[in-house]
């Protein structure tokens, strides 16, 4: 998941709150449901820099040591960049991590590693439609499911005529995990996804303190 996908997740926090103050929709237009999401932040009257911290935020790790997470090696695909980067808005800082994998004419993938915690509760938001359900759905062009990869459940997707697809996985309430790989089998995607060490992620979850 990109750190541009926040943005769908600040948009979802805003629709969330305005439901649960009957209060009028949120403006589709992105700019205004922005300044809407930023109105409902600020009403909290918290002092500390994220406004989300009396409501379970918590502060996200380094760029730098989420980058660490990042596997060397994806099933054989050598990691040919790597990056880490933080952005935020109105104090609730969103860190991501990126590995690219494979080079050539063969399997390419790229990991991607986003720490929410600063968004607390909304950061959930993200996974929300699918963690919540059951899906399994395969025809000829590919198939969509819910399946677990580490003990942690987990979306894939596979479109047969691209032969791409992609393994999101949510860890600890606050990372999202997303394999993306192109020119790929889905067995080979799998094997990509494996390489990622899921337990430490979920252990830096927990180890984290309560605010930022």
């Known amino acids: 998941m990109k750190i541009r996908t926040a943005l769908p997740l600040f948009l979802a926090a ?68 790597a990056r880490g980067e933080k952005t935020g808005a109105f104090g609730a800082n969103v ?32 996974g929300f439609g699918w963690m919540q359900t059951e899906v399994d759905s395969e025809g000829d062009h590919g198939y969509e499911r819910t399946t677990e990869q580490s003990g942690f459940k987990t979306l894939e997707k596979y479109t047969n005529a691209s032969r791409s697809g992609t393994i999101t996985v949510v860890v600890g309430n606050r990372f999202i995990v997303e394999v993306e790989g192109r020119n790929i089998d889905p067995t080979k995607l799998q094997a990509c996804a494996r390489a990622i060490d899921f337990s430490a992620l979920d252990n830096l979850a927990k180890a984290q303190p309560a605010t930022e």
């Open 14 to 81: 805003s629709q969330t709150w305005a439901v649960a103050q009957t209060v009028p929709a949120i403006p589709a237009d992105a700019k205004d449901a922005m300044a809407a999401f930023s109105k409902m932040l600020q009403s909290f009257g918290d002092d500390s820099n994220n406004p989300l911290a009396a409501l379970g935020a918590q502060k996200p790790v380094g760029a730098g040591e989420l980058k660490a997470m990042l596997p060397a090696d994806a099933d054989g695909l050598r990691r040919t960049n």
């Open 95 to 126: 860190v991501q991590a990126t590995g690219e994998y494979g080079d050539g004419e063969g399997p390419r993938v790229e990991i991607n590693i986003t720490d929410l915690a600063a968004m607390g509760p909304f950061g959930a938001l993200a």
